[in-house]
């Protein structure tokens, strides 16, 4: 468990951000679900609640989400839901139970950058930037792939209103487990595939959407080339959870299959 020596309510984001500057054992808190079960030794716990962090404001073209928000307040929140069929929801609906996603928030999950994180897969597929105090915004992708700067502050999460298809599949041994494997695909004018879980952190494929851009013809042929080349070219391992073949199996079986899902949604748009 997590051993904390002082707990601390900041009054604006530069307050927090200093006590992070100040002590590497300073750290911030999000709902706590798995800083928790951590063996940390912190000097000071750092609580954001009272920043206003914790809404959900959209306009036209984009939603921007508070760290502080919950899972489960973007779960069911209506604009969230109507993003790619409703795929996103049904990620965050994956982790754990309802209980729990009222506790963990968005910050924590995006800034963990969890390898078996079910959130991160859907939301690479989408046009989704994270914005960060001091004075930064970036691609999602971007951020995954930076060190990271733990005297950093997610602030929000920006994502952009698409109106395409989404699929998503987690795979887990039980229920309320971690993934053996996830896949998610998101559909508008082009699409995009991540799989995570592998077990290392989702990831976009290249390689494999090429073969779509490329193609006249988009039936199970395609998908099953596209869903071979996306295995191909992602790293795959092996953990107490599943082998590298499985989880190639796993992968390629769900990515062909989600394709086939978003396309024939995409080709009759009203069934
Ligand atoms: C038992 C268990 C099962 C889980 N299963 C799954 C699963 O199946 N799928 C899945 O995707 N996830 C799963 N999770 C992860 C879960 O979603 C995380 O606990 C959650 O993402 C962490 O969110 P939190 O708000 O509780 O963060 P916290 O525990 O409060 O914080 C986590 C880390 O993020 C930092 N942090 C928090 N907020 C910010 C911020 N705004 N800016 C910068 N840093 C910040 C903290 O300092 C800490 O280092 C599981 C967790 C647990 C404990």
Known sequence: MVHVKEYYVATSLEDAHQRLKENPKNALLGGGTWMKYTHRILNQLIDLSKLGLSAIEEDEKQITIGALTTLRDMEVHQSIKALGDGFLSQALGSIMGVNFRHIAT???????????????????????????????????????????????????LIIEKQEGHGYFKKVAQVINDFCVVNVAIFKEKETKIAVGGRPQRAKLTTEAIKLIKDSKTFDEVLFTKVAQQGVQELRFGEDDRGSESYRKLLAETYIARGLKEVYSKWWYPFI
């Open 106 to 156: 968005i910050g924590g999950s995006i800034f963990s950058k969890f390898s078996f994180s079910d959130i991160l897969t859907p939301l690479l597929t989408l046009n989704v930037s994270v914005k960060l105090y001091p004075d930064e915004i970036k691609p999602l992708e971007a951020f995954l792939e930076d060190k990271g700067d733990r005297t950093k502050i997610l602030t929000h």
